[in-house]
C-alpha cells in the first residue's frame, strides 16, 4: 500500500520544523536596545573566544574575550600610539618583590567589584589561583588549567597575607612574572557559585574589565554593555554597549564594514586599504611586538646549523621590498625586537638585504652554484598573526634562490602547525617553521630559545643550544629593578639576533579600519587595544 | 510499509555509528592534537600531559570511542575542548540556523530547477532549451564563494540594499520571519540554490525530453490529450526521480556549506565543524558529524517513502 501523507503527519513535520528553527535562540534572553550608541567590532576568529576568563583564540582571544570583561592582576597601558606600551597596574595596585627572599612576591590588590555586585579581594584572587593550580579544588577544571599553563607555570606557591594583600612564590628567580601574569585573568567566584561549573560560567560570565555581560548567541554576537562602575573611570567605555561579531572571511570584514553592518574591522587584509581609504574610512595601524618569522632548525642534519647558512639566509632577502609588497603595511625587520622597542638593544649584526655577503657566507660553508643549500619550510596557509603567508613565502623563496637556497614547502594548516612546533624539529624533518612569534611577553616569545624548553619540554623548536643566550635570560630574570631589567632583555635580545637564531622578516602593523563615525580610538604598540574611549558619533 | 519504516527506522543505529567510527578515526589519522590547539604553544609538557590526562585523551583510542558512545546514549555530546561550553545546545542552534537556510536555498534552487528542466524537456533541442542548460552549466561550474562575493559587493556594499553577514539583527535568531530577518537570508539563499538549480535543472529536462519521446506519450497525443494533461502524466513520471536528486541535494544542504557559511557569516552546521576541524575540536566534531549522518539517512527515508506514495510501481517491503 502507498504511503499517504496526512494531515497529522504534516502538522508534526511542521511542528518538528518550528522547534527546530526556535532553537536557534540566543543562550540569554535577548535584553532590550541600549538608548544610546553601540559599537560593533568585526573580529576574525571563527566565535566568540570561550569566556571564563581563560580565553581561547591566542592574543586575539585575550585581546576580545579577556580584556573586555576581565582584568589580570598586572596590566598594560593601551592609552598612547607613540609610547612603547608598558606593564601598569591591573588588579593589583602594586606588587613589589620581597628583598629577603626574591622568589617571594606581594601584590597590593585594588578595590573593586566584580559586575554581579561582588567584591575583589585576596580570597577571590586565591580561589582563582586555586582554580587554576590545586587540582583537588573544587573549581578546579584541566581545561583552563591547561589554557592558563603557559602563564602559571612559574608559581610555586600563593597566599593571603590580608584581605587586600596576596603573595605568589615563584619556582626560580623570575623577574618576567608580570609579563606572565598580564594575561591570567580573574573571575568572580561569587557568579561561579551560583551557576555551578565552569560551562555555565562561559555563558554568564562575569569578571572585572570594563564591560559586563549582557548575551552571547554561539557563532553570532557576543553582546556587552559599559561597566559604570569599573575601578578605573578613565576606562569606563564612552558607548553603552560593544558588539563583537566573529567574522573569519577576512573579504566578508571589509564587506560588513563598507555595508555599515559593523564600525571596527579587526585584522584587516592588506589589499583592501586603499580603496577603504578612498571610501572615507579610517585606517589606524601601529608596530607592536610582533616578528613573523622562520623558526629555525639547529641540528646536525639542517643546514641552519652553521651560522654562516643563517646569517646569509638573512642577507639574501629584500625586506623592503616585502613591506613594499604588504602595501607598506609591516616594519621590516632589523633585529628580533622591533624598533624603537626598550629591548631592541645594539646587536652587532643586522638584518640587511645584501646578495653579495649572502653568496659569500654560503661559498665559505661549502656551498655555491653547484651545491645549492637544498631547504624544505614547513609553512601554514593562514593563521593567527602569520599575516599572508603563502604570498610572503614566495616572495622569501625567489630571493634565496637567487643566492643559492633552494627553498621547498612542505604547506600544513595552521593546527597541524602547531602540533609539529611541540613536537620538534626532529620528528618533522624541516629545516625551518614558519610561525610567528610576539615579543610581548617573555615567557610566550623569545624565552622558547632556552635550551632546556627543547622538545618534549617546551616550545625550542628548533633545538637551539647557546649558552650565551641562557646565561643571559638567566641574568634578566635575576634582575627586578625595571630599567636594569630592559637593559637585561636587550641582552638577550642581542644574543639572538648576533646569532642570526631565526629568519626574522618584517614587524606587523595590523591595520584596521574604522567608520568615519568613531572617534577616540588609539591604536597602541600592543597586541592588546583598548575599546573603552571609543566614541560613535552621528 | 510499517515493517519497512521501522527497518530502516533501526538501520540509523549501525549507519550512524559507523559514521561515527569512521569520523572518529579519521580525527585520530589526521595530524594535529586537540590539546595542542587548546592550550598556548610555550605550555609546558607536564602540562599538557595532564590535561591530556584529565580529559582522557590518554586513553587506548577504543576505550576513547566507547566512553564517548556511552554518554552519546545518555544525550551527553560533552563538552567543546575549545570554548568550555556543552555541545548540545551550540549544535542546536547551528542546526536551526543549517535548516532555514538549506530549507530557504533548497526550496528556491528545486522550483527553479523544476520550472527551467521542465521547459528545457519540453522544448528539447531549441534555442530556449540551450539558454536553460547554459544557465544550468553555469549554476553547477559557478564557485559558491565567489558568487556570493559579488552578490555581497553588489547588494550590500554598492546598493546598500541587503545585509553582508549574519543570520539576523542584533545576533537574534534565524527563526523569527518577519521582514527584518528575511533580508538576511536573501543573499545566502541565492548563493545556496545556484548549484542545486543547475543539478535539478540538468535532471528534470533530461527526464522530461526522455518522456516526452515514449510511445504512450505519442498514443496520449493520439487519443487527442491536450498539453497540460500529458503534462500531468509526465510529472508523475519524472518526480520520483526528481524527488530522489532532491533528497540527496537537501541533505547535501542540510549537512552546511563551509564555503556559503563562511562568506555570510552564517552560524550554522558548517562553519561549526569548519572551526572544529581546524582545532581539533573531537567533541564537537563527533557530535556534528553524528547530526549530519543522521539528516542524511532521515532524509533519505523519506524521500523513499514519499518517491512511494507518488509511484505505486514502487514498492516498499
Known sequence: MPFEPTRRGVLQGLSSTLMMATAAMPIASRPARAAGKTLRIAISLSDIPNLWAVPTGGFEGARFGGYTLFDPLVSWDMSSADKPSGLVPGLAESWSVDPDNQKRWIFKLREATFHDGSPWNADAAIWNFEGYLNRDAPHF???????????TQSIAGYGKIDDMTIYLETKYLNSLLPFELSTLFFASPARHAEVGNWENFAVNPSGTGPYAFVSLTPGSELRLKAYESYWNPQRVPRTPELVLMPVPDANT?????????????DTLPPDSIPSLEAAGFTIIENTYPHSWIWRLNFTEDSPFSDIRVRKAANLAIDRDAIVEFLGG?????????????????????????????????????????????????????????????????????SYMREVGINVTFDVRDFGTMITMLRQGAKESGADALNVAMTMQEPATGVVSFTS?????????????????FDEALAAARATFDPAALDAAMSKV??????????????HDTNPRALSPKLKGFVQAKNWYQDFTPIEVTD | MIAYILRRVLYIVPISLAVSLV???LVHIAPGDPIDAMVQPDTPKEVIDRVRAEYGLDQPLPVQFGLWLLKVVQGDFGTSLIKGRPVLPDLISASGATFVLACTGGLLGFVTGCVFGGIAGVYRDSWIDRVLLAVAVAGVSVPHYWLGMVLVIIFSVNLNMLPAMGAGPGGSAVSIFDWEHIRYLILPSITLAVIPAGIVTRTVRGLVSDIMSQDYITTLRGKGLRRHGIV??????????????????????????????????????????NTAIFQRDIPVLQATTLVLALFFVVLNLLVDLVQTSIDPRISRR
Open chain 1, 141 to 151: 577544571h584541566p581545561g583552563r588549567a591547561g589554557m592558563a599553563g603557559a602563564r
Open chain 1, 329 to 397: 603595511h609591516a616594519t621590516a625587520a632589523k633585529a628580533f625586537a622591533q624598533p624603537g622597542s626598550p629591548w631592541y638593544g645594539k646587536p652587532a649584526f643586522e638584518f640587511r638585504y645584501d646578495p653579495e655577503a649572502a653568496k659569500a657566507l654560503l661559498a665559505e660553508a661549502g656551498y655555491g652554484p653547484d651545491k645549492p643549500v637544498e631547504l624544505t619550510i614547513v609553512i601554514s596557509s593562514s593563521g593567527g598573526g602569520q599575516m599572508v603567508p603563502l604570498s610572503m613565502n614566495e616572495v622569501i623563496q
Open chain 2, 23 to 25: 569520523c572518529f578515526m
Open chain 1, 452 to 468: 632546556v624548553l627543547a622538545p618534549p619540554a617546551g616550545g625550542n623548536w628548533g633545538f637551539y643550544n647557546n649558552p650565551a
Open chain 1, 253 to 265: 570584514r571589509v564587506a560588513a564594514l563598507r555595508s555599515g553592518q559593523v564600525d571596527l574591522v
Open chain 1, 493 to 506: 635580545m642581542e644574543v639572538v639576533t648576533d646569532d642570526a637564531a631565526a629568519l626574522v622578516v618584517v
Open chain 2, 232 to 273: 500531468g502524466h509526465v510529472v508523475r513520471n519524472a518526480a520520483p526521480t526528481t524527488l530522489a536528486v532532491i533528497g540527496l541535494q537537501l541533505a547535501n544542504l542540510m549537512g552546511g556549506s563551509i564555503l556559503v557559511e563562511t562568506v555570510f557569516a552564517w552560524p550554522g552546521t558548517g562553519m561549526m565543524l
